[in-house]
């Protein structure tokens, strides 16, 4: 391929992203069934994939992460084509050539973390598991505990999302991906209320999420945090969990200046 083309190959795709599964923990996951009518891949020969993840509903979100050269060259290509308004997952460096097009709203910078030593997982007592009939109670939390959160209610289904209650939920958390058949999954929606905080509940949900989805055959399990949420980032550094890069976000919206 001498330019960029639309790529509908999942096993191209899958040997791509495997070339560094820690960076690309979300896009192998939504090669997953479940994700993959949402999806959108672009690629410029073996040497950059991007992908544009389009929920309905939702802000459209585009993924670019590795070597910035020739990621810069596919951006390039495509940025005319990309909707009006999409938040931007970026590698440091690549929000240049989306400027062209685009106005930009930083939204910050972001660390990629992977748990990379599971002996750290301590035992979870008290944790209780949540369900498509908890939903209710679960957006009523995370409006008053983690309102800026984005939450997909469909991912209650997988029975990956755990929560501790004490006369109601003062903590919870679940994941943004999922997938048993490429053995992937993206912790999310960690939250503790602000009244329970400093009790280490949030180190119990990620722990007992950790081991739930270990048990399920799941071979790598990462998440984003704000890269200056130092008490976040030790939280899963004393779990196991390792920084494999930095990128940025951003909220951008057609037209340049």
């Known amino acids: ?5 639309v790529i509908t190959d999942k096993a191209w795709l899958r040997t791509y992203l495997m070339r560094d599964p820690a960076l690309h923990i979300y896009e192998l996951g939504d090669l997953d069934d479940f994700f ?10 073996d040497r950059a994939v991007v992908l544009l993840y389009q929920p309905v509903g939702a802000l459209p979100a585009l993924l670019a992460f590795g070597d ?17 308004r999409i938040h931007a997952h970026l590698s440091p460096g690549l929000i240049d050539t989306l400027a062209v097009r685009y106005r930009d709203e930083s939204r910050g910078d972001y660390l990629k973390m992977v748990l990379a030593d599971r002996t750290r997982l301590p035992e979870t007592p008290g944790i209780v598991g949540l369900s498509s009939t908890d939903r209710p109670e679960l957006e009523a939390f995370y409006a008053a505990s983690y309102p800026a959160n984005w939450f997909d209610p469909r991912m209650l289904e997988t029975g990956q999302y755990v929560g501790i209650r004490e006369h109601g939920l003062v903590a919870a958390g679940g ?4 997938s048993t058949s490429e053995r ?16 280490h ?3 119990r949900v990620t722990a007992a999420l950790c081991r739930s ?3 399920a055959g799941i071979e790598h399990v990462g ?3 704000r890269a200056d949420n130092r008490a976040a980032i030790a939280c899963y550094e004393r779990l196991g969990f390792a920084t494999v890069a930095r990128f940025e976000e951003h909220l951008l919206v057609a037209g340049a200046g």
Do not use: C, K
């Open 36 to 45: 993959w009518p949402s999806t959108r891949w672009f690629a410029l020969d």
């Open 68 to 84: 910035v050269t020739p990621l810069h060259e596919l951006l390039a290509e495509l940025r005319d084509q990309l909707p009006p």
């Open 201 to 203: 509940l949030g180190t």
């Open 184 to 199: 992937i999954a993206a912790l999310g929606n960690i939250a503790v209320a602000p009244e329970h905080r400093g009790r």
């Open 175 to 178: 994941v943004h991906v999922y």
């Open 213 to 215: 989805l270990l048990g």
């Open 223 to 225: 998440l984003n945090v």
């Open 1 to 5: 391929m001498n330019h960029h083309a």
